[in-house]
């Protein structure tokens, strides 16, 4: 099983359509879908700078930004299902299907994660593989590291992924790939192939 993170850069690109359709054909019972937070996200952003309230309420805040936009990639593709839960996700995938995963009721159960803006849909979709021993967590970003490899950390200085995204490495049983936007007819085929994604190989 592989786990998708559909970054919300993805919002208003014309890639994104392409991406959820290639899901939809490619995906069923094999992948899961981590949604972003896109604009829905740098909404929280935006209100907290004018209201000034505390970290933690922020991050709860953009976990919702994530079921939004999750539940909008539903709305777009049908053949897409939002789950909740894992009962949920197993249901889906064990029908051939491909989930969506809404993470706020999971992230209830889990007190080891901060509860701040330090971790992200990134860290989250390491979380999701971790659980699920993933054999691969990949990540959809809007332009492709030129590099054929990179430290988490290194990626985390950049702004690339969030600062706690190499914490969510430590020990990993899935391998980490970055792609870029347009890179899912290719990275489909790999999945129907059993092959490695491609991509950055993102290291602990």
């Given amino acids: 099983m592989w786990v998708v993170k559909l970054g919300g850069s993805l919002y208003g ?7 959820l359709e290639a899901l939809a054909a490619s995906g069923g019972g094999r992948v899961v879908v981590v949604p972003g937070g896109g604009p829905f996200a740098d909404q929280v952003r935006a209100a907290q700078r004018c209201g000034s309230f505390d970290d933690q309420t922020a991050h709860w805040m953009a976990i919702l930004a994530m079921e939004q936009f999750g539940l909008m990639l539903c709305g777009l593709q049908p053949q897409l299902r939002a789950a909740r839960d894992r009962p949920a996700i197993q249901e889906i995938l064990a029908g051939g299907g491909v989930p969506v995963w809404l993470p706020g009721a999971m ?4 007190q080891t994660l901060p509860r701040d803006w ?23 970003k809007s332009i492709e590291p030129d590099d054929e490899t990179l430290r988490a950390r290194a990626l985390s200085r950049r702004g690339v992924v969030d600062a706690s995204f190499a914490d ?5 049983p899935f391998g980490v790939r ?3 936007s347009d890179r899912h007819a290719r990275l489909m085929s790999a999945l129907r192939q059993g092959r490695s994604p491609g991509g950055c190989v993102v290291l602990p």
Avoid: H, K, M, N
């Fill in 168 to 172: 969510r490495l430590v020990a990993a």
């Fill in 107 to 110: 992230l209830i159960e889990d």
């Fill in 178 to 180: 970055i792609v870029g």
């Fill in 13 to 19: 690109s014309p890639e994104l359509r392409s991406w």
């Fill in 118 to 140: 330090s971790v992200s849909s990134d860290s989250l979709a390491a979380w999701l593989a971790r659980q699920y021993r993933a054999r691969f967590l990949v990540l959809v």
